[in-house]
T-cell receptor, first 113, second 110 residues
Framework: DGGITQSPKYLFRKEGQNVTLSCEQNLNHDAMYWYRQDPGQGLRLIYYSQIVNDFQKGDIAEGYSVSREKKESFPLTVTSAQKNPTAFYLC????????????FGEGSRLTVL | KNEVEQSPQNLTAQEGEFITINCSYSVGISALHWLQQHPGGGIVSLFMLSSGKKKHGRLIATINIQEKHSSLHITASHPRDSAVYICAVKSGGGADGLTFGKGTHLIIQP
């Protein structure tokens, strides 16, 4: 079955450590996205990528980094520079950036201790 | 940036009731999405529409472009419909043109 796989589902991190969240899709989608979800707020865009080896910052990119070396993969690194990293992170994809249905992963919940 | 407002924020209903969730936005859009977020956190796309009405099973989504308003209806609601329903609007070019509402938390009691 086609879909998006995020891992890990739960992750605990000490302050000052970088952590990488994995996102893999087998839908052959060009566009991939990372969103952050906090209680009582709408999803906010961190980074997105339209094609391999290209990505753009979203609304809240500070303290995060991404790569897009393969079409199927769009990992997100939460760096120690992110001041408030505890949140729920969702990866999504769509056929094209400007149109099309969004497909989401199951999410990764990061807690900084 | 588009402002997206959903109402109600929370809704508890009895099984079998007809449910309506509303979404209003401030700026013209090219498309509107209705999403369902399960208690575990995963999100499923229910509808994407730019005009008129769409139906899938017991779910119906409508949009009024002139009034900048969309509704999601659930007929014959069931406890398994309990979830957070999120409205998102596409109002500009690029992925950063997508704005999400805060969601409506729906609980259907047996």
């Amino acid at each position: 079955d086609g879909g998006i796989t995020q891992s890990p589902k739960y992750l605990f991190r000490k302050e000052g450590q970088n952590v990488t969240l994995s996102c893999e899709q087998n839908l052959n989608h060009d566009a991939m996205y990372w969103y952050r979800q906090d209680p009582g707020q709408g999803l906010r865009l961190i980074y997105y990528s339209q094609i391999v080896n290209d990505f753009q910052k979203g609304d809240i990119a500070e303290g995060y980094s991404v790569s897009r070396e393969k079409k199927e993969s769009f990992p997100l690194t939460v760096t120690s520079a992110q001041k408030n990293p505890t949140a729920f992170y969702l990866c999504a994809s769509s056929i094209f950036e400007n149109t099309g249905e969004l497909f989401f992963g199951e999410g990764s919940r990061l807690t900084v201790l | 940036k588009n402002e997206v407002e959903q109402s109600p924020q929370n809704l508890t209903a009895q099984e079998g009731e007809f449910i309506t969730i509303n979404c209003s936005y401030s700026v013209g859009i090219s498309a509107l999405h209705w999403l369902q977020q399960h208690p575990g956190g995963g999100i499923v796309s229910l509808f994407m529409l730019s005009s008129g009405k769409k139906k899938h099973g017991r779910l119906i989504a409508t949009i009024n472009i002139q009034e900048k308003h969309s509704s999601l209806h659930i007929t014959a609601s069931h406890p398994r419909d309990s979830a957070v329903y999120i409205c998102a609007v596409k109002s500009g070019g690029g992925a950063d043109g997508l704005t999400f509402g805060k969601g409506t938390h729906l609980i259907i009691q047996p």
